[in-house]
């Protein structure tokens, strides 16, 4: 699981930086029904949504020393969301993988949306718990897939003192 | 920056290529026509801090590898977040580190030799400097104004500013001495531009 952010110091609760990473890898179909009833007229838009390439970086078994892994595709968006509520307008901003812009834009209104405590609880359930259960499932079936490809090294233990050498597999 | 300033931030340019070609457009007349006035049209929401000219001359100019240096009044202020989340520029707080400078009303203008002047075979190296001023005016009528001329005037042009440092003429007269080296300088106003670049030379003159 990867957290990489603009604003490492930033005093945002943990939760906002959580449910981010949750919808940059949320699947288009399950943003389209949640939050595309709530797709704004005229989006505000404060950076339409634009496509360009990214430096991902790894660290070998995550403790190694930083190493560029290769560039990916990232499309972002921020926009600006006037609340029903009396609360100032807020800004939701998103980054996801690949070149949709329908769905960085949907990402983007479901940051900005979950920022709204009043709409938070319902997101939660008809948004957030199904990209969790599509991310395990997924990674459930990616481990099955390597699973498959295990292979069980048996060695047998040389009895301890034994001095011939063709008894061992 | 943090995401609290984001909400307070205005968008930039509805076309974001249309809208900074309109504006490179009008930097380059203002550039090769020295000293006059160019209207600069935009449908940016600039920042409160700073002439709308200069916010949007920037936004236009600026991309992630530039370097920005800004006066203290507009240091930390909402331009600073505008420009920063819309180009991605670099700020330091060395005048001679920037390949841009852009320096509030009010504050006081750093000495212009104190910007990155290029050098003999590169003076493409020497940093572009946007100031914000009251106003100017281009008659010739009007007491101790400043006599322009050089490639791109014609005959001769007047010029009176408010909002520059007194030995603003005397700094000038080196910084055009230094050529090819020696910055270039863009006047601002909340909606109009003016070039004074390297080339152009300064005369102090008594009105007529």
Request: hydrophobic residues 40%.
């Given at each position: 699981?990867f957290?990489t952010?603009?604003?490492?110091?930033?005093?945002q609760?943990?939760?906002?930086a959580?449910?981010m990473a949750?919808?940059?890898?949320?699947?288009?179909?399950?943003?389209e029904?949640?939050?595309g009833?709530?797709w704004?007229a005229?989006p505000n838009w404060?950076?339409?949504?634009e496509?360009?390439l990214?430096?991902?970086?790894?660290?070998a078994?995550s403790t190694?020393?930083?190493?560029?892994l290769?560039e990916?595709?990232?499309?972002r968006c921020?926009?600006?969301?006037e609340?029903?509520s009396p609360?100032?307008?807020?800004?939701?901003?998103?980054?996801?993988?690949?070149?949709?812009?329908r769905?960085v834009?949907?990402?983007?209104?479901?940051?900005?949306?979950?920022q709204?405590?009043?709409q938070q609880?319902?997101?939660?359930q008809?948004l957030?718990?199904?990209?969790r259960?599509?991310?395990s499932?997924?990674?459930?079936?990616?481990?099955?897939?390597?699973?498959?490809t295990?292979?069980?090294?048996f060695?047998?233990?040389?009895?301890?003192g034994a001095?011939?050498?063709?008894?061992?597999? | 920056m943090?995401?609290?300033?984001?909400?307070?931030?205005?968008?930039?340019?509805?076309?974001?290529?249309?809208g900074?070609?309109?504006?490179?457009r009008?930097?380059?007349n203002?550039?090769?026509?020295?000293?006059?006035?160019?209207?600069?049209?935009?449908?940016a929401?600039?920042p409160?801090s700073g002439?709308?000219?200069?916010?949007v001359?920037l936004?236009a100019?600026?991309?992630?590898?530039?370097?920005?240096?800004?006066?203290p009044?507009?240091?930390g202020s909402?331009a600073a977040?505008?420009?920063?989340?819309?180009?991605g520029?670099q700020m330091v707080s060395?005048p001679?580190?920037?390949m841009?400078?852009?320096?509030?009303?009010?504050d006081?203008?750093?000495?212009?030799?104190?910007?990155s002047?290029?050098?003999?075979s590169e003076?493409?190296?020497?940093?572009?400097c946007?100031i914000?001023?009251q106003?100017?005016?281009t008659?010739?009528?009007?007491?101790?104004?400043?006599?322009l001329?050089?490639?791109?005037?014609?005959n001769l042009s007047?010029?009176?500013?408010?909002?520059?440092p007194e030995?603003?003429?005397l700094?000038w007269?080196?910084?055009?001495a230094?050529f090819?080296?020696?910055v270039?300088?863009?006047?601002?106003?909340q909606t109009?531009?003016?070039?004074?670049?390297?080339?152009?030379?300064?005369q102090?003159?008594?009105?007529l």
């Amino acid at each position: 699981m990867f957290h990489t952010f603009d604003n490492v110091e930033s005093a945002q609760p943990e939760a906002r930086a959580d449910w981010m990473a949750l919808l940059s890898r949320a699947p288009l179909e399950l943003l389209e029904s949640a939050v595309g009833p709530h797709w704004p007229a005229k989006p505000n838009w404060l950076r339409a949504p634009e496509t360009g390439l990214m430096m991902i970086q790894g660290r070998a078994g995550s403790t190694g020393e930083r190493f560029n892994l290769g560039e990916v595709t990232v499309s972002r968006c921020a926009l600006r969301l006037e609340l029903a509520s009396p609360q100032a307008a807020v800004v939701g901003v998103a980054y996801t993988l690949g070149r949709s812009h329908r769905q960085v834009s949907l990402a983007a209104v479901a940051d900005a949306m979950l920022q709204d405590p009043s709409q938070q609880g319902l997101l939660e359930q008809i948004l957030l718990a199904p990209i969790r259960e599509y991310l395990s499932h997924q990674r459930m079936v990616r481990e099955q897939r390597a699973q498959s490809t295990k292979v069980e090294f048996f060695t047998v233990a040389r009895e301890s003192g034994a001095l011939d050498d063709e008894g061992d597999a | 920056m943090s995401l609290h300033d984001l909400a307070s931030l205005g968008a930039g340019f509805s076309h974001e290529s249309f809208g900074s070609q309109a504006i490179f457009r009008c930097a380059l007349n203002a550039l090769s026509q020295p000293g006059r006035c160019i209207t600069v049209e935009h449908d940016a929401q600039v920042p409160r801090s700073g002439k709308a000219a200069g916010a949007v001359l920037l936004l236009a100019l600026l991309d992630s590898d530039c370097t920005l240096w800004l006066s203290p009044s507009l240091q930390g202020s909402d331009a600073a977040a505008w420009l920063r989340f819309h180009t991605g520029c670099q700020m330091v707080s060395q005048p001679d580190r920037a390949m841009f400078a852009w320096v509030g009303e009010g504050d006081a203008m750093p000495l212009l030799s104190s910007f990155s002047q290029g050098s003999d075979s590169e003076p493409d190296f020497s940093a572009t400097c946007i100031i914000d001023v009251q106003q100017m005016h281009t008659d010739a009528n009007i007491d101790s104004c400043w006599t322009l001329s050089g490639p791109g005037i014609q005959n001769l042009s007047h010029l009176t500013v408010e909002g520059l440092p007194e030995d603003f003429v005397l700094q000038w007269a080196a910084n055009h001495a230094r050529f090819p080296r020696g910055v270039d300088l863009f006047l601002a106003t909340q909606t109009h531009l003016l070039g004074l670049p390297r080339t152009t030379s300064i005369q102090l003159s008594g009105g007529l």
